[in-house]
């Protein structure tokens, strides 16, 4: 007997920890036709390796939307924005994804979730985890916009300095300055945040 999903829920991990990852909550019936109080949880990375295998032309798709996307940090929240803007069928895949799974692997999150997890837990840890670290989702968001600044500058400055560079646009060599770019003010950001994190009092 297959669970029937009952609903899908995005759920984003910026809020709590500052980072742009998407994950589905997924809500389904049980077997006496309740919905189960804990969702089977996948992250938007778990999609797309699974459309890689299963809907490769989707695949490519979200792929292409990702490698449209210039960040230095994860980009989930901004794939969707713009799968949802063009009517990509992300949550039939989602749909798919959960079907797929093993019936053995569905029966044991019943089993986990209703017997072992009181739903309230899930929301007391995630309070915990927020005490534990309160200043987490601050401190990434805060090394990406840094990052960002960083580049900003440096593209400014590369612009100054080399404009015959870009008088005449190469794509290939566009693409690769921009590849060097990135690597290089990416590793200097993060090892000036990690320095200032470790040295700076509050």
Not at 168 to 176: F, G, H, Q, S
Request: proline share 3%; hydrophobic share 40%; net charge negative.
């Amino acid at each position: 007997m297959m669970n029937k999903i009952t609903r899908i829920e995005e759920i984003s991990d910026m809020l709590d920890f500052g980072t742009d990852l998407v994950k589905f909550h997924i809500f389904f019936k049980k077997n006496d036709g309740n919905e189960v109080s804990v969702p089977f949880i996948v992250y938007l990375w778990d999609i797309i390796k699974f459309l890689e295998n299963s809907e490769p032309d989707a695949a490519a798709y979200v792929n292409k939307v990702s490698k449209s996307i210039r960040s230095y940090g994860m980009k989930d929240g901004k794939i969707l924005k713009i799968l949802h803007g063009e009517e990509f069928p992300l949550h039939s895949f989602v749909e798919k994804y959960f079907q797929n799974l093993p019936v053995d692997k569905i029966h044991k999150h019943i089993e986990w979730s209703e017997k072992i997890i009181n739903p309230s837990y899930i929301e007391d840890f995630r309070e915990f985890e927020r005490q534990f670290q309160p200043d987490l989702a601050n401190s990434n968001s805060r090394r990406i916009l840094f990052i960002e600044a960083l580049d900003e500058v440096v593209q400014k400055e590369v612009n100054k300095f080399y404009p015959e560079f870009f008088e005449v646009r190469n794509n290939d060599l566009y693409a690769k300055y921009d590849e060097i770019l990135m690597e290089k003010v990416g590793e200097l950001g993060s090892e000036l945040d990690n320095f200032f994190f470790k040295n700076s009092k509050k």
